[in-house]
């Protein structure tokens, strides 16, 4: 069987598509996850992930691309 | 003598950092340009030239980087 974990969290700062792309970016780097989606208007990013990903990992990716969990 | 022309634009829609970036970079890619100085919050944007830039060239540039001259 082929589980996914699907992710939510809200990032705070997103002004623009490149923001969204950096975001994107830096999720995608973590091991496992891809269907990066980010709704800029609101902040909200969705993700799945192939094996469980830590918040811990989560944050640091966000931060990397210059943003704050909201 | 080495004479440098100085121009100044009005760029509309730049949002953050990754936009002064993005039109910075297509700016400077006009033949003779450097010094690029973008101000985020109000648009402006000042270079200097080796040679004379035409208006189209500038325009060109900005809208290329995906922004509109205001």
Known sequence: M?????SELTVAGMT???????VTEELQEIS????VQVDLATGRV???AAQ???DAEVQAA???AGYQLA
């Open 32 to 35: 496992g996850v891809n269907d």
């Open 46 to 48: 969705r993700f799945t």
């Open 16 to 22: 623009c598509g490149h923001c969204v792309a950096s």
């Open 52 to 54: 469980p990903v830590s």
């Open 62 to 64: 966000v931060e990397g």
């Open 2 to 6: 082929n589980e996914k974990q699907t």
